[in-house]
């Protein structure tokens, strides 16, 4: 079973950086759609940002046009989310996910597979 595994979390302050990051088997990396969703406590999860298999063509959530943006490192087979100007609300727990190409995505429903999670939290 192919595995996805965050990294880069913590706690920071609004207005701070954080870079996060996904390990992914080289194929997943070269061959999927590639995203990061959140999860606050008590809301549903919600699309971040996600990057085509070519990595040509990325997406992103409106609250995070400007601030966030991902993109993939071929060579050390991850995919990150660079996170500028964090805010309160940004804070919840991110996932890394795989979708086969075409599928829609912005849906989690696209997506086949995740990883566990690293948590983010944004103090004000």
């Known amino acids: 079973q192919v595995q996805l595994v965050e990294s880069g979390g913590g706690l920071v302050q609004a207005g701070d950086s954080l870079r996060l990051s996904c390990a992914a088997p080289?194929?997943?990396?070269?061959?999927?759609?590639m995203a990061w969703f959140r999860q606050a406590p008590g809301k549903e999860r919600e699309f971040v940002a996600a990057?085509?298999?070519?990595?040509?063509?990325?997406y992103n959530a409106d609250s995070v046009k400007g601030r966030f943006s991902i993109s993939k490192d071929n060579a050390k087979n991850t995919v990150n989310l660079q996170m500028n100007g964090l805010k309160p609300e940004d804070t919840a727990v991110y996932y890394c996910?795989?979708?086969?190409?075409?599928?829609?995505?912005?849906?989690?429903?696209?997506?086949?597979?995740w990883g566990q999670g690293t948590q983010v939290t944004v103090s004000s």
């Open positions: 080289r194929r997943t990396v070269m061959w999927y759609t």
């Open positions: 996910a795989a979708a086969q190409p075409g599928s829609p995505a912005r849906l989690p429903g696209s997506y086949e597979t």
């Open positions: 990057i085509s298999r070519s990595g040509t063509t990325t």
